[in-house]
């Protein structure tokens, strides 16, 4: 868990302090106030952009230096984080005060997240679901953050080669070996943690959440060098690799809730997330999400942190009270809302008032 965490020149907040307890850690304030900016410094302490994907010069306060740093101390241990005026669009990162690779990170902490954006997340592009997806993944294998960027490299260098037409055979191949490595990897890692958590979610507890069926599609595992090979002149007309694991994509269905067939087309089956309502399909993400860390605590022998934007806003107070009562002694959760009565229920717990980017005891 984070025990200190410390904001200088991010976002909204010149400086800012927090020394969180184990458990829940509540933020509450206004819109606007900077609560969200609190959990995107959290989130940087993971490989990737956080929890909004900005580009990282975004990330420094206006007015500021054009630089920003997150540092935070887990336990014994500081992590650092950050960048410097003069390469605002270089991550660095540190590790009790050494140089450190990014992707070291996931080492350390596992994380997860839930903002208000990822409401739409059945209904979005596949790529928003395989994201996701690989942010399950690496809370469950730290390694996973090393092949995705190895492979993406390879990928990248290989649209380029191919984009110029007259490309160097050996080059291409090794590329096309490079990717073929990595993108198994890749494969096999998401597979295992669909099945993982998929079987998780078939013994869930039958509360207020509903359960979701997990499958992997998009992509059948293959001899992908050899695909790759015979896919170049239409990968280099279509300036993209047409096959390989990053046209995979997380199949979710409502358990729970079976489609009705009929004569005319006979379909049979469990109804698609992409389907539900809306407050199905939200309390299937949470349902999905409480199942994700109880397997990481399992399986890590420490559970991750989690961090809940306005989750509580959108639930009514029985599902409200069933998540606080799932997430209670399940490790450091991060939540905030722009009221602090959404906390009602909530025992002990660290909370703090956000304020024009002040932050408080409250």
Known sequence: MVTRLLLNDFRSYASALIEPGPGFVLLSGDNGAGKTNVLEAVSL????????????????????????AVAAWLGDVEIG???????????????NGAAAAVNSLSEWLAMLWL?????????????????????????LDPGHAHHASRYEAAMRARNKLLADQRWDEAWLASLEQAMADHGLALHQ?????????????????????????????GWTACDLAAELA????????????TAGPHREDLAV??????????????????????????????????????????????RRSAPPVLLLDEVAAHL??????????????????WMTATEAALFDGIGEASRYHVESGNISRA
């Open 115 to 139: 903002t208000p954006t990822m409401d739409r997340l059945f209904l979005g592009p596949a790529g928003d679901r395989r994201r996701f997806l690989d942010r399950l993944v690496l809370a």
């Open 316 to 333: 009514d107070p029985r599902r409200r009270q069933a998540l606080f009562a799932r997430l209670e002694g399940r490790g450091q959760v």
């Open 45 to 68: 302490l993971t490989p990737g952009r956080g929890l909004r994907g900005a580009a990282l010069s975004e990330m420094a306060r206006i007015g500021g230096p054009g630089a920003w």
């Open 189 to 217: 890692a998401r597979a295992r943690a669909v099945a993982a958590l998929d079987d998780r979610l078939g013994h869930a507890p039958d509360d207020a959440f509903a359960s979701a069926a997990l499958a992997l599609e």
């Open 81 to 95: 984080t950050g960048t410097l005026p003069s390469a605002p669009d270089r991550r660095q990162v540190r590790v």
């Open 230 to 241: 015979g896919n170049r002149s239409r990968d280099s007309a279509a300036g993209r690799a």
């Open 253 to 298: 269905t409502h358990r729970g809730k079976p489609v009705r067939s009929n004569a005319a087309c006979g379909v049979e089956g469990a109804m698609p997330a992409a389907h539900c309502s809306t407050g199905e399909q939200k309390a299937l993400l949470l349902g999905l999400v409480l199942a994700h860390a109880e397997l990481v605590a399992e």
